[in-house]
């Protein structure tokens, strides 16, 4: 069935006099779709239905056999390096092999998450709840916001990951306080604003969405992923959900009760070293992802009056993060627009899907070639604030640097 198009959006055919937006990899791309360049969802399903959609639970379960033995490697390794103050310089590059091996491992519950793992539901949802209660995730609340910003990615009001703030935004659909953040960033300067920026998304932004739904949209209000009743939002979680998101604390409160047990027997530092670290830089992985995901200078949000979900979809962004990278994370930052169109698709068939969408829509299909490294510093300090497009649902990134 074709997607439904509330409004129209309008072509800008010489954007470098945009004013106020700074262009990206993207060399604006994705300001110049309109409403006709997007595809119905027939087309959609044609596209992906050569490549073949179905998961295989044997195939899924070697993968995970596969991350689970990466990571046991990468352990019996660290279990080698002496626990001495004088190694923290070896221990932190081992948080950063350990983070970095087990968010396989988080892909794979991901997965889980929606679906795309086992037709056996039950195996599928045990692997997934098992893998993400040992990554502190509480499982069933993260799949319920999850699937919303699958429904309402780069939306305004509903979205629910790195939602901006808006130059003078309403507060009731908007997140206000754009205008604010703009000017400490000109206060602060751009190199230490950028470093700032990387500080709170990288380490403090994954706790703080959990917490208190902290990039989400201002629909949900203030959410907590384990805590679904008052004094936070219950908007987020309808009374079904409530009870799941209860069912993800046990799993989280089994993991901290073994983490406490093992500070005990072998010590807080133990555990530091082996666990805390490497969390760290998983959480960091995921943030890098979800944000450069959905995120970038040219990159446009949009108001009920002018979004649809295939709209949102086709606003993701796929970038190359490397063959090892790749092989690690099971490809989730390199076909990422095709887990969007189609998150049923495991990742092993992701690869055709995002060749088959590169050919079929060429016009909206967005990839950025810039590195990683490049864009991230790109879009920490420049992705501050957003601001409406006159006379349009449509809202751009304000250039924080010019005059």
């Not at 995730?137 to 699958?150: C, D, L, N, T």
């Not at 962004?317 to 790749?326: A, H, S, T, V």
Request: glycine letters at 8%; a positive charge.
């Amino acid at each position: 069935m074709k997607d439904h198009y509330r409004g129209d959006f309008k072509a800008l055919p010489n954007i470098d006099h945009l004013h106020g937006v700074a262009l990206s990899g993207l060399n604006g791309k994705a300001l110049e779709v309109t409403s006709n360049d997007l595809p119905g969802q027939a087309e959609i399903k044609d596209a992906l239905a050569k490549t073949g959609l179905s998961c295989n639970t044997l195939k899924s379960l070697g993968y995970l056999c596969q991350s689970i033995a990466i990571q046991t490697i990468v352990i019996c390794l660290g279990m080698a390096i002496p626990l001495t103050t004088g190694m923290l310089p070896i221990w932190i590059v081992y948080a950063l092999l350990s983070g970095t091996t087990a968010m396989g491992l988080w892909v794979i519950a991901h997965e889980c998450g929606h679906g795309a793992f086992s037709k056996n539901r039950r195996l599928e949802t045990a692997i997934g709840y098992i893998l993400h209660s040992l990554l502190l995730v509480p499982y069933f609340s993260w799949q319920r916001s999850h699937a919303i910003h699958h429904r309402f990615t780069n939306h305004i009001s509903n979205g629910e990951t790195h939602v901006p703030l808006v130059i003078n935004g309403d507060r009731a659909n908007e997140q206000p306080g754009g205008e604010r953040d703009l000017e400490t960033a000109r206060k602060l300067g751009r190199a230490p604003y950028g470093v700032f920026q990387l500080f709170m998304h990288l380490l403090i932004g994954w706790p703080a969405y959990l917490l208190a739904g902290k990039t989400g949209g201002p629909k949900y209000g203030t959410s907590n992923h384990f805590w679904p009743i008052t004094p936070f939002s219950k908007k987020l979680w309808p009374k079904a959900w409530a009870k799941k998101v209860w069912l993800s604390d046990c799993g989280i409160c089994l993991t901290l009760i073994a983490l406490v047990i093992l500070a005990i027997n072998y010590g807080l530092a133990m555990v530091a070293a082996f666990y805390i670290g490497p969390l760290l830089v998983v959480n960091a992985w995921l943030v890098i992802y979800t944000w450069l995901h959905h995120t970038d200078t040219d990159v446009p949000h949009f108001s009920d009056s002018e979004f649809t979900h295939t709209r949102g979809a086709f606003l993701s962004i796929d970038r190359p993060y490397g063959k090892l990278i790749n092989f690690l994370h099971h490809s989730i930052g390199s076909t990422h627009v095709a887990h969007h169109l189609a998150p049923l698709i495991p990742h092993y068939h992701a690869g055709k899907a995002t060749i088959s969408i590169k050919k079929s829509f060429p016009k909206v299909y967005l990839y950025n070639p810039t590195p990683i490294h490049k864009a991230l510093w790109h879009i920490a300090t420049n992705c501050i604030a957003v601001r409406k497009e006159e006379g349009s649902g449509r809202y751009l990134w304000k250039q924080p640097w010019s005059t």
